[in-house]
């Protein structure tokens, strides 16, 4: 079993794969995740919701692409260290609603 993944390291992953694929597909993003509960959590509820992805709809198949602020977001997720940096003092981890 691998070991668990921070906050950082999961955004990263996403960020990554859209980023580096010009976007991906709702499925694409499940198998990183593991499962569609893990995906509402990440990228609808999150990603989506503050504007790093956006989310596209043509005939029943989503896709998603990185926004302006996504591209901001990924260059600051490559420096993990950094982004380690900001939660610690923010006090906060990605939580559920």
Do not use: C
Not at 13 to 18: G, Q, R, S
Not at 29 to 58: A, C, M, P, Y
Not at 62 to 91: C, P
Request: charged residues 25%; positive net charge; proline residues 3%.
């Amino acid at each position: 079993m691998p070991a668990p993944r921070s906050p950082v390291e999961i955004a990263y992953e996403i960020m990554k794969h859209v980023k580096e694929n010009d976007g991906a597909s709702r499925w694409d993003l499940i198998k990183i995740l593991g499962n569609t509960r893990q995906f509402r959590h990440w990228v609808t509820d999150f990603l989506v919701q503050d504007g790093f992805l956006e989310e596209h709809s043509e005939g029943g198949n989503y896709t998603y692409t990185v926004t302006e602020s996504g591209a901001i977001l990924y260059r600051l997720l490559q420096k993990g260290n950094l982004m380690s940096s900001i939660f610690k003092l923010s006090g906060k981890r990605l939580r559920r609603g």
